[in-house]
């Protein structure tokens, strides 16, 4: 840490950092546009001019890191007037369409032309008028809406490995556009609409959804991969409209992949609310009880799945087995929550963020001792052995060779086709219906709080099993009782 100035008073700052992100960290904001603390510093837009005691010009402060003992201002008229003469040549040519553009009410435009600029225009020429192009599967660039910081086009070269972009002509007819004819077709078209400061790149599918401002947001985790992206979720209606990476600078995320962001329409479509048997619509009461009867009467009990799960359910489902067991003449249990390749190797990228391992948790689930020795193979063959004749499935289809040998409890948020091949079938909430954490591919334990609101009385996988010990219990008493 070192000592610096800034508009006199004395702070302590990190000197790894430059001055934005130093003066951030004690409560001052000097704007920007360009910036972004993952990419380069280019120092393209001109928005973070500020005063540095003994240096003649003004100096860009995303370019500048903290050195002991220096002094900056950030208030001086000098100051003020560079940022609204940037705000100025900037709104040149930009249309004021905040009323029909995505970005409005989380643009950096917007909050920067509110802090820094002058509130009105001397621009009397007509606007430049170049019309919105297709330049991704999932991405449109309004170019009258450009502010030409070159973020997109850093981020696909130093993130994405890509060069899609650039920037062409010059001077007041410069735009971004396509280096190739091929539209992009990467995993970050999501993440290029983010870090666009302005409106200009657009994804098709959040495109006039909703205005931002209508959204609950709350803390989580993607559940896409092992990675586990920090995200803001953002819900109306009780719906999940939107991720959002919520940047996290210790473990330096700053970004979502497509496969995560947008995979999110399972959360409020073609949910399992019901319990069902054999295919059909049943109550709770009548599967509880038949489950009860299976587990009373089994040889071997599998469960298989899991890593969906929040560290809280599967712990609580880890002892919930032991108890289940005790009520049943204390069959043996087996917990398998690797049912992929993936889960079973060291964690493979498919590109910088996504990994090949889609479940949130198996790190999770490993680290609370849910797998065996021998994984799945270990269970098929205990069931071929006649030793495991009833399997619950997490959010996982059974192999089907197993069919014909065991009777299948199965757990899932969606109606997929497994709910109809199970004997019982069970719904449960999904995580963003509730508080919890997952462990991400580093051993990284992240907490993420409810989003969404479940259904009354839908249970969690581990309130299930707690309600079907419940009812393991009461049929015991009854029988005592009788005698
Ligand atoms: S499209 Fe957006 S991110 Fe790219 S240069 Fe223009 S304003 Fe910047
Ligand atoms: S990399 Fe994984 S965790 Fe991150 S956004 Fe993509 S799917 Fe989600
Ligand atoms: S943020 Fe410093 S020049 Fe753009």
């Not at 001109?46 to 903290?66: D, F, H, K, S, Y």
């Not at 909050?111 to 020429?125: H, I, L």
């Not at 450009?146 to 696909?156: D, G, M, P, S, T």
Request: aromatic fraction near 8%; proline fraction near 3%; charge should be negative.
């Amino acid at each position: 840490m070192v000592k610096i100035k800034i508009d006199g008073v004395e702070f302590e700052v990190d000197e790894k950092k430059n001055l934005i992100d130093a003066a951030k960290d004690v409560g001052v904001e000097i704007p920007y546009f360009c910036y972004h603390p993952a990419l380069t510093v280019v120092g393209m837009c001109r928005m973070c001019l500020i005063e540095i005691e003994g240096v003649p010009r003004l100096q860009a402060a995303c370019n500048t890191p903290v050195k002991e003992g220096m002094g900056i201002i950030t208030k001086s008229d000098r100051v003020k007037e560079a940022r609204a003469g940037t705000m100025e040549f900037l709104l040149a040519n930009h249309p004021l369409d905040c009323p029909v553009c995505d970005k409005a009410g989380e643009c950096k435009l917007q909050d920067n032309a509110f802090g820094s600029g002058t509130g009105q225009s001397r621009f009397e020429f007509e606007k430049r008028n170049v019309p919105q192009e297709e330049i991704g599967t999932n991405l449109i660039i309004n170019h009258n809406r450009c502010i030409v910081c070159y973020r997109c086009v850093r981020f696909e070269e130093e993130k994405v490995g890509e060069s899609n972009l650039g920037l062409f002509e010059r001077g007041n007819h410069s735009l971004i556009g396509l280096a190739k004819d091929e539209p992009i077709q990467h995993n970050f078209q999501g993440a290029l609409a983010d870090i666009c400061p302005v409106g200009a790149l657009l994804n098709h599918k959040t495109l006039f959804k909703s205005r931002v401002w209508w959204y609950k947001s709350h803390k989580s985790v993607c559940h896409g991969c092992s990675t586990g992206c920090n995200v803001t979720t953002n819900v109306r209606d009780n719906k999940m409209y939107r991720y959002m990476v919520r940047e996290n600078y210790e473990q330096g995320m700053f970004f979502l992949c497509d496969k995560g962001r947008f995979d999110i329409d399972w959360m409020n479509e073609n949910r399992l609310f019901s319990f069902m048997d054999s295919g059909t619509t049943t109550t709770s009461v009548q599967v509880l009880e038949s489950i009860a009867s299976l587990v009373k009467r089994s040889k071997g009990i599998a469960i298989i799945g899991g890593a969906h799960e929040t560290n809280e359910s599967l712990s609580k489902i880890k002892s919930l087995l032991a108890d289940l067991s005790k009520e049943s003449n204390n069959v043996n249990t087996y917990f398998e929550v690797r049912v992929t390749d993936a889960q079973y190797k060291d964690t493979e990228q498919e590109d910088f963020l996504l990994t090949k391992d889609r479940h949130p948790n198996t790190r999770g689930a490993l680290d609370l001792g849910l797998s065996l020795a021998g994984g799945l193979s270990e269970i098929e063959s205990k069931i071929k052995e006649g030793k495991i004749d009833l399997v619950f499935s997490i959010k996982e289809s059974i192999p089907d060779q197993w069919r014909a040998s065991v009777k299948q409890v199965h757990l899932d948020t969606n109606q997929t086709p497994e709910v109809n091949r199970a004997q019982f079938s069970v719904p449960i909430k999904i995580f963003a219906e509730q508080v919890g954490s997952f462990t991400n591919k580093n051993g990284l334990k992240q907490d993420f709080e409810k989003s969404m609101e479940a259904p009354q009385g839908l249970p969690s996988s581990a309130e299930f099993f707690e309600r079907l010990l419940q009812v393991m219990i009461s049929k015991k008493e009854a029988l005592i009782g009788n005698r």
